[in-house]
């Protein structure tokens, strides 16, 4: 099989990352093209894909024949320019998460999809590849310690760029958690309510955090998830079960433990690159294996839009301080 040839859109860290990986660790797929604006940062990623060519911008990189399948890591509100001439040329493309900032965007993109007939959007929601949420999400659905009662999620960051603002905590943060509860629980997510916790006075002004984020789904199931991002430690996504006849628990360090001075330590995350390292080499070998057949391998552009819907009731919550319902469009028959 020749290789998939894949445009990255957007060289920050997050598409960086995966240039390398691409390009060191997945298999079948080698970077042919690099779409950044800012200079600098294409030629450091050009570092690392040194046989790629540098683009201004989607349309050409797509008429250039050298492309077979896109990779898209800007910000969200970006998203929506690129993937509409991505639908049009008929080429797989995954999309880092959120797959747009907001729903009407969202919906365009699904309708332009299914207008376009063919599902070639996957969205990067990288959790679901991790083998704790796999073996979690098993569990649940085996109920051998009976039916799940409650989710309690744990977000925290040891800090954050300057650009992240307080709507990020919940349109960029818990919007995974707004993916992975309702993977988890088969179920959509009907309601949202934001809790202030004590302000943390180490954070920078501009964030008025720790919160809290209840998240009850259609089943009953309600998740409480601490989203904390000035915790200063280090990175951890710990996901606790709780159900009739038992408790389940994802993600605790598995770094070196170190005993010393009459006391242990172990060691910590401290981004999220290295959290979710294997989930990422999963998620994109199985992209890339799909789009190798010109589909994809793992959440789609509905499943985007779930995320959106449910990110627009926190945010309507985090401003209100009241809980807000989610609505949701009927799923189109395409999307089953």
Same mark, same amino acid.
Request: proline share 4%; with cysteine.
């Given at each position: 099989?020749?290789?998939? %040839?894949?445009?990255?859109?957007?060289?920050?860290? =997050?598409?960086?990352?995966?240039?390398?990986? !691409?390009?060191?660790?997945?298999?079948?797929?080698? !970077?042919?093209?690099?779409?950044?604006?800012?200079?600098?940062?294409?030629?450091?990623?050009? #570092?690392?894909?040194?046989?790629?060519?540098?683009?201004?911008?989607?349309?050409?990189?797509?008429?250039?024949?050298?492309?077979?399948?896109?990779?898209?890591?800007?910000?969200?509100?970006?998203?929506?320019?690129?993937?509409?001439?991505?639908?049009?040329?008929?080429?797989? #493309?995954?999309?880092?998460?959120? =797959?747009?900032?907001?729903?009407?965007?969202?919906?365009?993109?699904?309708?332009?999809?299914?207008?376009?007939?063919?599902?070639?959007? +996957?969205?990067? $929601?990288?959790? %679901?590849?991790?083998?704790?949420?796999?073996?979690?999400?098993?569990?649940?659905?085996?109920?051998?310690?009976?039916?799940?009662?409650?989710?309690?999620?744990?977000?925290?960051?040891?800090?954050?760029?300057?650009?992240?603002?307080?709507?990020?905590?919940?349109?960029?943060?818990?919007?995974?958690? $707004?993916? !992975?509860?309702?993977?988890?629980?088969?179920?959509?997510?009907?309601?949202?309510?934001?809790? +202030?916790?004590? %302000?943390?006075? *180490?954070?920078?002004?501009?964030?008025?955090?720790?919160? *809290?984020?209840?998240?009850?789904?259609?089943?009953?199931?309600?998740?409480?998830?601490?989203?904390?991002?000035?915790? +200063?430690?280090?990175? +951890?996504?710990?996901?606790?079960?709780?159900?009739?006849?038992?408790?389940?628990?994802?993600?605790?360090?598995?770094?070196?433990?170190?005993?010393?001075?009459?006391?242990?330590?172990?060691?910590?995350?401290?981004?999220?690159?290295?959290?979710?390292?294997?989930?990422?080499?999963?998620?994109?070998?199985?992209?890339?294996?799909?789009?190798?057949?010109?589909?994809?391998?793992?959440?789609?552009?509905?499943?985007?839009?779930?995320?959106?819907?449910?990110?627009?009731?926190?945010?309507?919550? *985090?401003?209100?301080?009241?809980?807000?319902?989610?609505?949701?469009?009927?799923?189109?028959? $395409?999307?089953?």
């Amino acid at each position: 099989m020749s290789q998939l %040839r894949v445009a990255v859109v957007g060289t920050g860290s =997050m598409g960086t990352d995966h240039i390398i990986r !691409i390009n060191t660790r997945i298999s079948g797929a080698s !970077i042919t093209a690099i779409i950044e604006p800012d200079q600098k940062r294409a030629k450091d990623a050009l #570092v690392h894909a040194p046989e790629a060519k540098k683009f201004e911008n989607i349309e050409q990189a797509l008429a250039s024949g050298l492309v077979d399948a896109v990779l898209i890591a800007t910000p969200g509100e970006y998203h929506e320019a690129v993937i509409m001439p991505i639908i049009a040329a008929g080429i797989p #493309v995954l999309c880092e998460k959120p =797959m747009t900032p907001d729903v009407p965007s969202a919906l365009r993109i699904c309708a332009a999809e299914v207008k376009a007939g063919k599902k070639i959007i +996957q969205v990067g $929601f990288m959790r %679901r590849f991790d083998e704790g949420y796999i073996e979690l999400r098993e569990q649940i659905a085996s109920q051998r310690l009976g039916e799940l009662l409650a989710l309690h999620c744990t977000h925290r960051n040891p800090s954050v760029p300057d650009w992240y603002g307080n709507d990020m905590l919940i349109a960029d943060s818990v919007s995974h958690e $707004f993916d !992975i509860v309702r993977y988890l629980t088969n179920s959509p997510i009907v309601s949202v309510e934001v809790k +202030q916790l004590k %302000r943390n006075k *180490l954070a920078p002004e501009r964030l008025n955090e720790p919160i *809290l984020v209840l998240m009850e789904t259609e089943s009953g199931i309600v998740a409480a998830v601490e989203m904390n991002v000035s915790v +200063q430690f280090g990175y +951890q996504v710990i996901t606790e079960a709780v159900f009739q006849k038992g408790v389940a628990e994802i993600g605790r360090s598995s770094g070196m433990t170190t005993w010393e001075a009459g006391r242990s330590s172990q060691s910590e995350h401290t981004t999220y690159i290295t959290r979710f390292a294997r989930a990422y080499d999963d998620e994109i070998q199985a992209w890339v294996n799909a789009a190798s057949k010109g589909g994809i391998g793992g959440p789609t552009a509905w499943d985007g839009y779930m995320s959106v819907a449910g990110v627009q009731a926190g945010l309507a919550s *985090l401003r209100s301080g009241n809980k807000e319902f989610a609505t949701y469009e009927i799923k189109p028959t $395409f999307y089953n």
